[in-house]
């Protein structure tokens, strides 16, 4: 589809299922700018199982690579657009991939170090999906960054989350946009002045750029310790919590505030009251109250976990998105990724 018309998609409303057979993925969509459209994605609508069920969007944790291609795909189509996803590091850098974009899988851009069933076989056990490249026996073609710039359109930027903030960019004026992946580390290194200066050398001007925050574990949860709080807030002053476990937390999102004001951006479009209205609208949902009874990662009744939610956008608190926290918690290894996305049509 090429245009969003603000609807989040409800799996209990519209066929399950796309014309390939395929399940659909079930999105929240925020309108960002005229023609730019962020789009999140929750654990709800494909075909993975288990730890990773359903919606697991990444590649490197043991997933079945068919279930995570397809869950790809059929993200594409929801989408409208083609895919670019990227090897994220941690780091504080961003890379412009118009310089490199060409369609190597069937969903569209891929080198974040996927690898088919095949290589995985025969390699280092990381199971991903197969590409359209019959290259990829030699093994997965990698750039390792943490922020993406683009002045294509039909081209959607993503990063991979399970707790990490994305981050999110346009310049409505130019129509250059961006996306950062801003983990603890990634946020010291700078990534987002990184991303907000390759925009800006492509041509974007640091006072048009609008940006939003995606879903990240909150202070509240993120729990690190007082050592590594205390580090954190001498590049991001103020940003130490004490959790609701008990210990010294910090608060990324905060931090990214602040390094977005030093980066000269100060339009911030708040994300929240979206997902909040999608929290709720799909409180019932039948898909969403099946991987609660089964994830083991809380309550087993979903409205018992919707009803403690306190922040919606926490990705430990709200059983629609992935969470690494949460899946640690109850002792598990592995656990899926969203993808935050960000296209111009």
Known sequence: ?????????????????????????????????????????????????????????????????????????????????????????????????????????????DVS???SGADAAAGDGEATEPTADAASAAGPHVVEADGQV??????????????????????????????????????????IESTVALMERKGARRADIVATLGPRICGDCYEVGDDIADAFTKRFPLTKTGTRFGGAGIDIAEAAMIDLAFAGVNKVVDSMPRVHAATEYLEEDVELAELCRADGE??????????????????LENPLWYSHRRAAKAGKRHEGRMLALIVRH
């Not at 005229?34 to 990444?58: A, I, M």
């Not at 079945?64 to 929801?78: G, H, K, Q, T, Y």
């Not at 309550?299 to 922040?311: D, S």
């Open 113 to 115: 170090g996927t690898r």
């Open 150 to 191: 683009t002045a294509q359109t039909g081209v959607a930027l993503g990063m991979f989350a399970a707790d990490c903030l994305p981050v999110l960019f346009a310049d409505p004026v130019t129509g250059i946009i961006g996306a950062a992946h801003c983990g603890r580390r990634g946020l010291e290194r700078g990534v």
């Open 1 to 109: 589809m090429s245009e969003y018309d603000e609807t989040i998609i409800d799996s209990n409303a519209i066929s399950s299922t796309d014309k390939a057979g395929r399940p659909i993925p079930v999105t929240i969509p925020i309108a960002l700018a005229p023609g730019v459209t962020v789009v999140y994605t929750t654990r709800l609508g494909g075909l993975s199982t288990g730890d990773f069920g359903n919606l697991n969007l990444g590649g490197k944790s043991g997933d079945d690579p068919e279930a995570v291609l397809s869950n790809r795909i059929a993200l594409a189509e929801a989408v409208g657009a083609r895919l670019s996803l990227v090897s994220q590091v941690h780091s504080g850098t961003a890379v412009d991939v118009d310089d490199a974009f060409t369609i190597n899988t069937p969903f569209g851009f």
């Open 298 to 315: 809380g309550p087993a009744e979903l409205r018992e976990r919707i009803e403690a939610i306190e922040h919606s956008m926490c990705t």
